[in-house]
């Protein structure tokens, strides 16, 4: 039975794998994307490694080296839980190849449990990465003898299983919740975000419990990881085998981490059939029908509407593309309620920072959240492989981007504007910059959906299996996002610390007149490359 499982997780890393595809494939233009996307993957394992190796070597630094390993727990405990808890649900249930996967000679744990290795190595790479960088920081200033270097290996990869299986119960809750209602897809959609929301919020709710006597950021880690790790067992074992020596504490990290998992595993697939029988079943309404006269669209606005249903039918879609919106509103809802000085107070943690500084780089903050991701970046790929009924319908390709980029625009365009507007209001912005950060908003809106549409038709892909490689993992959502992630943080600090030279609002016109002929020509390239798809 093992070697049936290890057959078919080997098989399902093999047919997504960049490296498989690069050895295999003979399309020239498809390899030199492959390569591309190797690059881009490179360049987040080097972002890994600075920000982990700086941050271990900074607490020795600072003489707080005896932190390092509290923090790791906490870092890797985070970190796989938000990776896996977002993509849990494709990777687990409902996936395409469904049937042929449960006809195969094995048991349903067997497959529950080859189905989440599969992610697990996918998440490896990145918690190994951070294991290492910070052990390279803490060695400087730390004694590293054979059992630190033994528990810290193994304790990576239980924190790691640890952390995603219970991310992995939380989502499989989620989905199951969901399949009692009428209306599974919008119960589950609400109970994700709302669980998102409980997420990001969770610091603030950690602060609130923890001393806040100090002004050092060092300080103030430390005691935000002294606070996580009295709930947070594995964490507090891995510090305690690290730091103290404690046998006990890495057999409990070990044994409770496996034990959890195939606790996890058992109970999952006794309900695992139900489940997806559940999830994949066409609901049908009991209600009566009814005559309704049938309007005209045109082929742009069918195009957008289908993109709107297609975007309502997914829970993973919907949630990765919405959530800044989400977060938007929520924001606009809370300056009204509290106002903005207290809002600002919270954000930034007390520090010197009034509503009069924040007002250049109003459009930077709505769009950072609103324009987080983009339903262009991946919705030419989501088409998969039915593709096909698309190219031939009697319509030009041009037709098929521009009306996935009129629903972007439906979707972000109004909340960008208005958010815009509020927060520029809640600041006592003047008059004239209210309207020119509406329009900064509408422009960047534009480009969002432009950018996305052309880092999508320049590396499509319809040959998955799984629309989370499409939604979270693919090559046009990593150049879209990461790039204009890095740029509008980027951004901000210029607008700030150039608002002393030059009128910040020249500024932000020229912000706007630049994302405007970018957004031009990302739409004259994104027709271009559609057309030879």
Not at 214 to 240: C, E, H, T
Request: proline share 2%; net charge positive.
């Amino acid at each position: 039975m093992f070697k049936k499982s290890a057959v078919l997780l080997k098989t399902m890393i093999r047919a997504n794998s960049t490296f498989n595809i690069l050895k295999h494939e003979k399309d020239k233009k498809k390899k030199r994307k492959m390569i591309g996307g190797i690059i881009g993957i490179t360049c987040i394992y080097l972002m890994i490694i600075i920000y982990a190796g700086g941050y271990s070597a900074l607490c020795g630094y600072s003489g707080m080296a005896y932190a390092v390993p509290a923090s790791v727990g906490v870092i890797l405990f985070a970190m796989n839980f938000f990776f896996t808890f977002f993509k849990a649900d494709g990777y687990l249930f409902a996936f395409k190849d469904y049937d042929m996967t449960m006809s195969l000679p094995l048991s349903v744990k067997s497959i529950v449990g080859t189905r989440f290795l599969r992610m697990y190595i996918l998440n490896l790479p990145y918690s190994l990465l951070v294991s290492a960088s910070m052990i390279a920081g803490y060695a400087i200033y730390m004694t590293i003898d054979a059992w630190r270097i033994i528990v810290w290996i193994i304790g990576t990869f239980m924190l790691q299983l640890f952390a995603m299986v219970f991310a992995s119960i939380l989502s499989a809750l989620i989905s199951a919740a969901g399949t009692k209602f009428r209306f599974k897809q919008a119960a589950k959609t609400i109970l994700t975000f709302a669980f998102c929301i409980f997420c990001f919020s969770l610091r603030y709710i950690i602060d609130a419990t923890v001393a806040k006597d100090s002004v050092a950021v060092i300080d103030k880690i430390d005691m935000f990881n002294s606070g996580v790790n009295r709930y947070l067992f594995p964490a507090q074992w891995f510090d305690g085998a690290v730091s103290d020596y404690s046998v006990l504490q890495f057999i409990l990290l070990v044994v409770v981490s496996i034990a959890f998992y195939e606790l996890f595993a058992y109970v999952l697939s006794k309900f695992y059939r139900q489940i997806n029988s559940r999830l994949m079943a066409v609901s049908t309404s009991k209600k009566k029908g009814k005559a309704k006269h049938i309007g005209r669209k045109s082929a742009v606005n069918a195009i957008a509407y289908k993109e709107f249903r297609r975007l309502l039918s997914s829970n993973n879609y919907l949630v990765n593309m919405c959530l800044g919106h989400v977060l938007v509103i929520l924001m606009v809802a809370a300056l009204i309620i509290f106002g903005v000085d207290k809002i600002i107070n919270v954000a930034v943690e007390g520090a010197p920072v009034t509503k009069e500084m924040i007002i250049p780089i109003i459009p930077v903050i709505i769009h950072f959240f609103v324009g987080m991701a983009t339903t262009t970046a991946c919705s030419y790929s989501m088409e998969g492989k039915s593709y096909w009924i698309l190219q031939s319908l009697p319509i030009e390709k041009s037709t098929i981007v521009k009306g996935k980029i009129l629903f972007q625009l439906y979707l972000s365009l109004p909340l960008e504007v208005l958010g815009n507007i509020a927060l520029s209001i809640a600041c006592h912005a003047k008059i004239y910059e209210i309207i020119l950060f509406a329009v900064c908003g509408a422009v960047l809106s534009i480009y969002s959906a432009t950018c996305g549409m052309n880092c999508n038709v320049s590396h499509p892909n319809f040959e998955w299996t799984n629309e989370i490689e499409i939604i979270k993992q693919s090559t046009a959502i990593t150049l879209y996002v990461l790039p204009n992630m890095f740029i509008m943080m980027i951004l901000g600090v210029l607008i700030i610390f150039g608002g002393r030279i030059v009128n910040p609002d020249i500024e932000i016109l020229a912000v706007t007149i630049i994302y405007m002929a970018l957004a031009a020509l990302f739409y004259k390239r994104s027709i271009k490359k559609a057309a030879k798809i």
